[in-house]
T-cell receptor, first 113, second 116 residues
Framework: EDQVTQSPEALRLQEGESSSLNCSYT??????LFWYRQDPGKGPEFLFT???AGEEKEKERLKATLTKKESFLHITAPKPEDSATYLC??????????????FGTGTLLAVQP | EPEVTQTPSHQVTQMGQEVILRCVPISNHLYFYWYRQILGQKVEFLVS????????KSEIFDDQFSVERPDGSNFTLKIRSTKLEDSAMYFCASIPWSGGNADTQYFGPGTRLTVL
């Protein structure tokens, strides 16, 4: 069964304190791995798509990496406005032609000034 | 920048009533999706829709649920007889094309459904 597990469930950082979020996945062939940001009461906001092991993508203070079993979202020198829930999702290559997303439960990040 | 919109933002209904949640996907997109997120839980796939028919549905999407694209812009989710456990955030998403690569799904802001 295709599955996504994120850790930690919650993370509290001081402003400027870098850290990483983990997303482990089990999927019947990976078509793509996605990172989204979700603010309370809002819809997921797209951050990155990763397609193959070894790939990396960066955007401002965020950097996403991918291996054959997991992905990391590295946050460098975070600011309070980076506080949100970060969601990881996968699309399985054998999951049909519809590209449905399978989500993890997310990591709730709180960055304190 | 084009975005997915959803109405209403919050819907309160009595158990057993019918509700229709509305979405306007991004204009040149072809695949449409509904997901739901029960408070404190993960986002779950409900259904995908392409070329005016359902492409795939999850176990959650039983006979009480239906989807429709009544015109060229709207995409709706109907729940015929709501249950308490249908209370959740419902998200609409769309992609321009489902080809060989993984296509990024863009999500709307969601409709919070509260069933009393």
């Amino acid at each position: 069964e295709d599955q996504v597990t994120q850790s930690p469930e919650a993370l509290r950082l001081q402003e400027g304190e870098s850290s990483s979020l983990n997303c482990s996945y089990t999927v019947s062939g990976l078509r793509g791995l996605f990172w989204y940001r979700q603010d309370p009461g809002k819809g997921p906001e797209f951050l990155f798509t990763l397609y193959s092991a070894g790939e990396e993508k960066e955007k401002e203070r965020l950097k996403a990496t991918l291996t054959k079993k997991e992905s990391f979202l590295h946050i460098t020198a975070p600011k309070p406005e980076d506080s949100a829930t970060y969601l990881c999702a996968v699309q399985a290559a054998l999951g049909g032609a519809t590209n449905k997303l399978i989500f993890g439960t997310g990591t709730l990040l709180a960055v304190q000034p | 920048e084009p975005e997915v919109t959803q109405t209403p933002s919050h819907q309160v209904t009595q158990m057993g009533q019918e509700v229709i949640l509305r979405c306007v996907p991004i204009s040149n997109h072809l695949y449409f999706y509904w997901y739901r997120q029960i408070l404190g839980q993960k986002v779950e796939f409900l259904v995908s829709f392409y070329n005016n028919e359902i492409s795939e549905k999850s176990e959650i999407f039983d006979d009480q649920f239906s989807v429709e694209r009544p015109d060229g812009s709207n995409f709706t989710l109907k729940i015929r007889s709501t249950k308490l456990e249908d209370s959740a955030m419902y998200f609409c998403a769309s992609i321009p094309w489902s080809g060989g690569n993984a296509d990024t799904q863009y999500f709307g802001p969601g409709t919070r459904l509260t069933v009393l």
